[in-house]
């Protein structure tokens, strides 16, 4: 079973849309999420951490926390073409598990 | 402009060759972290070092071998490798190993 899962993708959505982005992970003790975005050839870019249930905003971002259902999201309004990339999630678990699990990534494509 | 430094940004090596890949974090962090990334898999974590010290080893093959000088420079020393350790290699940074991870912009490693 995989810890932390993203649908590959791609997902597609028009400019100026909404693009929903998921992931869902399987160490119900896990304490900090993170979302990472990555260009083509480049590095990954840390663009949100959550550590507590519910929302937290940064600009045209949103990270949704729900530990119950032990899912994270990450909403991005107006897409721009320049937001095509892969999103990565990471999750930390809790106390002496400190390593960072990552999923597979999610292909976001923002077309004009 | 990054605060994490990766060089060289690419290498072709023959499996007989010894090369280093070095890594210069320019953000007092006292974390540092060797990545794998390979086409379709996560992230795979190699080394973690917390303040010089070697605090994690995932199975790494002994052809790859770090190094950590002081608490902005990171290496990793590579010998005999092999076609299947072809990959991006990424170094990473954090203020502690529980805060987020940044990344340096890889070297991109061919092996012949």
């Known amino acids: 079973q995989k810890e932390v899962e993203q649908n590959s993708g791609p997902l597609s959505v028009p400019e100026g849309a909404i693009a929903s982005l998921n992931c869902t992970y399987s160490?119900?003790?896990?304490?900090?999420f993170f979302w990472y975005r990555q260009y083509s050839g480049k590095s990954p870019e840390l663009i949100m951490s959550i550590y507590s249930n519910g929302d937290k905003e940064d600009g045209r971002f949103t990270a949704q926390l729900n530990k119950a259902s032990q899912y994270v999201s990450l909403l991005i309004r107006d897409s721009q073409p320049s937001d095509s990339a892969t999103y990565l999630c990471a999750v930390r678990g809790a106390g002496n598990n400190r390593k960072l699990i990552w999923g597979l990534g999610t292909s976001l494509a923002v077309n004009p | 402009e990054t605060g994490v430094t990766q060089t060289p940004r690419h290498l072709v090596m023959g499996m007989t060759n010894k090369k280093s890949l070095k890594c210069e974090q320019h953000?007092?962090?006292?974390?540092m972290y060797w990545y794998k990334q390979s086409a379709k898999k996560p992230l795979e974590l190699m080394f973690v070092y917390s303040l010089e010290e070697r605090v994690e080893n995932n199975s790494v093959p002994s052809r790859f071998s770090p190094e950590c000088p002081n608490s902005s420079h990171l290496f990793l020393h590579l010998h005999t490798l092999q076609p299947e350790d072809s990959a991006l290699y990424l170094c990473?940074?954090?203020?502690?190993?529980?805060?987020?991870?940044?990344f340096g912009d890889g070297t991109r490693l061919s092996i012949l």
């Open positions: 160490d119900r003790v896990s304490q900090s």
């Open positions: 953000l007092g962090h006292n974390a």
């Open positions: 990473a940074s954090s203020l502690r190993r529980d805060q987020p991870q940044h």
